[in-house]
């Protein structure tokens, strides 16, 4: 079933937008079979697992970590992460820059933006997004690149609410493509939308979406 339900997602989706498998909790044999139907990017949550995978796993595949990153974690990922969705804290970034730096690397990120309604939604205001990118501790960062945001909405049927929390975003991230551009900061990736609410994220402009239970099936709570 994996393949047939990747072929039908990956079908459905405009050419520009990418696919992010989210193969947390998931067994090796599942990423294998999402790999053999095509499958090349993989998001995980939780950094030992990627790296268990990272090394048991074909080295073609690209690795996003896109679960609540501590910043004592980083060291674990660092030689192998393609793209690092959840940074919403600066001394991460500047973590993540050391760590880019031992291996003489550039490691890209997603800022994320706090959307949502819920308290229990991460993410930096916009306000502080702003005051991050015009800093001089932030220009001094070499080893990373802002590549985009991520926003997660709010968990709710109410599509309106759903879809004005993505147009904020999306109106905030085509300001800054224009305006910030540099050694460190090039935006042109925009995370939005999951399993239940990808379509209309994509409607409202994301072009970076993670599913996983659409592909894999609901979630491995005892893995």
């Avoid at 925009?190 to 072009?207: K, R």
Wanted: aromatic share 8%; with cysteine; net charge neutral.
């Amino acid at each position: 079933m994996i393949k047939e339900n990747l072929l039908e997602i990956k079908q459905s989706l405009p050419e520009n937008v990418t696919l992010v498998a989210v193969s947390k909790t998931k067994p090796i044999e599942d990423l294998q079979e999402a790999y053999a139907a095509g499958q090349r990017i993989f998001g995980e949550n939780k950094i030992q697992e990627m790296v268990d995978k990272y090394e048991a796993l074909p080295k073609d595949i690209q690795w996003h970590m896109i679960g609540h990153l501590q910043s004592n974690k980083v060291k674990y990922m660092a030689h192998f992460v393609n793209l690092i969705h959840g940074v919403d804290k600066f001394s991460t970034l500047k973590e993540i820059n050391k760590q880019a730096k031992k291996h003489d690397k550039v490691i890209n990120c997603l800022l994320q933006v706090k959307i949502a309604k819920e308290d229990t939604k991460f993410g930096l205001s916009f306000d502080e997004i702003n005051e991050i990118l015009a800093s001089e501790a932030f220009a001094e960062l070499k080893n990373i690149k802002i590549t985009g945001f991520m926003g997660m909405a709010t968990f709710t049927d109410n599509k309106e609410q759903l879809q004005e929390e993505f147009l904020s975003l999306k109106t905030f991230f085509d300001a800054h493509k224009l305006k910030t551009v540099t050694e460190n900061c090039n935006l042109k990736t925009l995370s939005m939308g999951m399993s239940g609410d990808y379509i209309l994220a994509i409607e409202n402009g994301s072009n970076m979406v993670r599913v996983g239970s659409s592909i894999f099936g609901q979630r491995n709570y005892n893995a």
